[in-house]
């Protein structure tokens, strides 16, 4: 049996099965990239809900696994060597995890790297730009007067599914007919925007055809349906 005793973490949070992935997080868009990775490996993993309600991402536990204090976390008791590897950050944990078991990307060395550019979009401009969105659309629509913030994240989130719109014209995910981390790291920030956002008639989202038969595509997989809901909420 492994032995997670080393991690801080397991105090809070003890592992009921230490011998399976622990898997730190909240059904958020970055966070159900790592349950729904994990759903689509079949990888067994022990969910952990981490409650921004409570601070849990402020607590000395969560924060000795990541000092960033955001989710998803993960400890894989079976690392490379054999040794437990701690590891955050959504975008780390979808490649670690792909490559661990040679799923999810691709073997082709080039289109690897051209997954992985797509990765690195959804990470440095959909998921920063969508949640400024959603920030200033939603969240504190009634607290600022000036017009600019809702502009310009507003135009930039178009922009963005433009991008997206032009990459899926001929194709049925990211990278093609293969599913991939860039679709698991993608679609979820999608869901959102006319979902819990209620930003979808500012966006003009029903424009966005290809995006949107992607996203229906994404969401009718069985993997995503389970890993959308993990951790379960209080």
Not at 56 to 72: A, G, R, V
Not at 100 to 118: F, N
Not at 152 to 169: A, D, P
Not at 188 to 199: A, M, S
Request: charged residues 20%.
């Amino acid at each position: 049996m492994s032995d997670l005793s080393q991690f801080q973490i397991t105090k809070r949070w003890p592992a009921q099965h230490p011998d399976r992935i622990q898997l730190y997080s909240l059904p958020t868009p970055n966070g159900v990239k790592a349950s729904i990775a994990l759903e689509e490996l079949e990888l067994p993993y022990e969910a952990h809900l981490v409650s921004f309600g409570s601070d849990d991402q402020l607590t000395p536990e969560f924060m000795s696994l990541n000092p960033n204090n955001k989710i998803p976390a993960i400890i894989d008791p079976n690392g490379p060597g054999g040794a437990p590897l701690p590891l955050w950050e959504s975008g780390a944990i979808l490649i670690y995890l792909a490559e661990k078991t040679g799923k999810l990307i691709p073997s082709d060395p080039a289109e690897k790297y051209h997954c992985i550019q797509w990765l690195m979009f959804q990470m440095g401009g959909v998921g920063p730009m969508f949640g400024q969105f959603g920030h200033f659309f939603k969240f504190v629509a009634d607290k600022v007067t000036d017009p600019y913030p809702t502009e310009r994240y507003t135009n930039e989130t178009k922009r963005l599914l433009g991008v997206l719109e032009q990459r899926l014209e001929g194709r049925d995910y990211i990278m093609g007919d293969a599913y991939t981390i860039a679709d698991i790291a993608t679609f979820p920030w999608v869901r959102v925007l006319d979902g819990f956002y209620e930003g979808g008639a500012a966006l003009g989202i029903d424009e966005y055809k290809n995006v949107n038969a992607y996203l229906e595509r994404c969401l009718a997989r069985p993997a995503v349906e389970r890993g959308l809901v993990q951790p379960p909420r209080d």
